[in-house]
Nanobody
């Protein structure tokens, strides 16, 4: 099982980024998938989850209306579209197989998102 994130970077407040998570070694559409972030000096924070196949999606309140989780099942890839970014969104973003409730099974290496003017 491997999860490889990409798409992070530095952006000004109000900007957008799209994170990608390429999965290999398993069929990601068959699993709950999540994005979890960790800001400097803080613990991991769940951001968003997608049920198998993407039928249902969930978000932490602070990103609702700004972030969108989606999948491309043909590419075995998970995405996180992040719009209207704020400095408080600055963190290392991880793609994770599983959910907090059921248990996180596998983590990617993370991709850094920095929102700063």
């Amino acid at each position: 099982v491997q999860l490889v994130e990409s798409g992070g970077g530095m952006v000004q407040p109000g900007g957008s980024l799209r994170l990608s998570c390429a999965a290999s070694g398993f069929t990601s559409s068959s699993y709950d998938m999540s994005w979890v972030r960790q800001a400097p000096g803080k613990g991991p924070e769940w951001v968003s989850s997608s049920t198998p196949g993407g039928a249902r999606t969930y978000y932490i309140d602070s990103v609702k209306g700004r972030f969108t989780i989606s999948r491309d099942n043909a590419k075995n890839t998970l995405y996180l579209q992040m719009d209207s970014l704020k400095p408080e969104d600055t963190a290392l973003y991880y793609c994770v197989r599983g959910t907090a409730a059921a248990g996180y099974e596998n983590w990617g290496q993370g991709t850094q998102v920095t929102v700063s003017s």
